[in-house]
């Protein structure tokens, strides 16, 4: 069976997670990068795939239908056709989240209703709403997603569950931690090549080490977890081991040299302990000090580093003369090496004096941050 498979990302991701695609050949066909994610067709299999080596990913969501329906009785008369057996079993809670925009059905409660109304139909039985995979709950409900565009109705199914950032490993957080597929993302942005050697000298709980680790030793960033396709009726558990097995025997069992530092202790110890659960901790060499005292190993290599930004840890703190030590420290401890982070503030990059380009916009936790980039001169 072919699914049409919409993957979400991030703002300013999408492109990230397009190349992803395409680099781990997962689309038959056409792969379309459009706001919000990217959209591509697979079989089953291609589903558990995305699910489980994506890194910038946040969701996989399978198509069940497009259609239009311009009143409440159309939508539900439609929605009751769709093959919901296949992703819900009768006592199963669902969750369902609408958008209506330029619609005629404009009252997204109203579509909730409609819709589990037609599940029901659909399945013989009434249905209850629950609380989704994201929410503490004793059973997680299978999450439906409707968008209303235009009177244009796309229905579809939710196949991960908790979001993909939620690798397994960060229990230990430090201040403003950078969401995994945000790490995984700027480790991919940097361009590193997996070979030389990368440094973040502000590694808070170690997500931008741990996840450029598991990249550079090809381990599959869902691979300790559980998805919301394990429920499914259809679900193939001889596909799913399989799958997983592809990957484990595709692991590397080596990486770079990987630096992470920080002045905080306790930042420290919280990102070993992630790594140790990540199972990279003896891939990463962590280091208790203040950027003006990194040592690189001999290069070049690349910097990838999520800094503190003015706004949530630093709030009432003028940074500048941070951004202005980070610069003079790259400049002399790091001459030709690649350097990649993510700040809030044009003013704040300037501060560094590094030749770095900052068109790429992306949105982490609500915030507007640009990614800088360039090659470090002295």
């Known amino acids: 069976m072919e699914y049409q498979i919409f993957v979400t990302s991030a703002p300013g991701l999408e492109d990230i997670t397009a190349r992803e695609i395409t680099g781990l050949d997962l689309a038959r066909g056409r792969v379309e990068t459009l706001p919000g994610g990217v959209e591509f067709s697979g079989d089953l299999e291609t589903v558990y795939r995305a699910n489980l080596l994506l890194r910038t990913a946040s969701r996989v969501l399978a198509r069940l239908s497009t259609f239009y329906a311009t009143d409440f009785s159309e939508l539900r008369t439609k929605a009751s056709r769709l093959p919901w057996e296949r992703y819900l079993r009768p006592d199963q809670p669902v969750s369902i989240r609408a958008t209506c925009r330029e619609s005629k059905l404009y009252h997204s409660d109203a579509v909730i209703e409609r819709v589990l109304g037609a599940i029901g139909d659909r ?64 480790v991919l942005a940097s361009g590193w090549d997996g070979r030389a050697p990368l440094l973040d000298p502000f590694c808070g709980a170690g997500t931008i080490p741990i996840e450029a680790t598991l990249w550079a030793r090809n381990i599959a960033p869902g691979k300790a977890r559980d998805f919301a396709f ?29 630096l992470a530092s920080d002045r905080d202790a306790g930042a420290i110890r919280a990102a070993e302990a992630n790594a140790a659960r990540a199972g990279v901790a003896d891939d990463i060499a ?15 290599g690349w910097i990838v580093a999520n800094p503190p930004y003015g706004v949530r840890v630093s709030e009432n703190k003028d940074l500048r003369n941070l951004y202005a030590q980070f610069g003079n420290v790259l400049r002399a401890q790091c001459p030709g090496w690649r350097v990649t982070f993510l700040c809030s503030s044009l003013p704040l990059i300037g501060q560094t004096r590094l030749p770095v380009e900052t068109s790429r916009v992306w949105t982490n936790g609500g915030l507007r941050v640009r990614v800088a980039q360039g090659i470090v001169t002295r």
């Open 230 to 258: 394990m429920a499914w009726p259809d679900f193939t558990p001889d596909v799913w081991e399989s799958t997983l097995a592809a990957a484990i025997a595709a692991e590397r069992p080596d990486a770079p040299p990987i």
């Open 123 to 186: 399945l013989g039985a009434s249905v209850t709403l629950g609380a989704t995979a994201d929410e503490e709950a004793d059973r997680p409900a299978q999450l439906a997603v409707v968008r209303l565009f235009k009177n244009r109705c796309t229905v579809s199914v939710d196949a991960s569950g908790a979001l993909l950032h939620r690798r397994g490993y960060r229990l230990a957080t430090a201040k403003a931690p950078l969401r995994e597929t945000l790490a995984a993302g700027l």
């Open 286 to 300: 962590f280091i208790c000090q203040a950027v003006s005292a990194i040592a690189p190993p001999p290069g070049p």
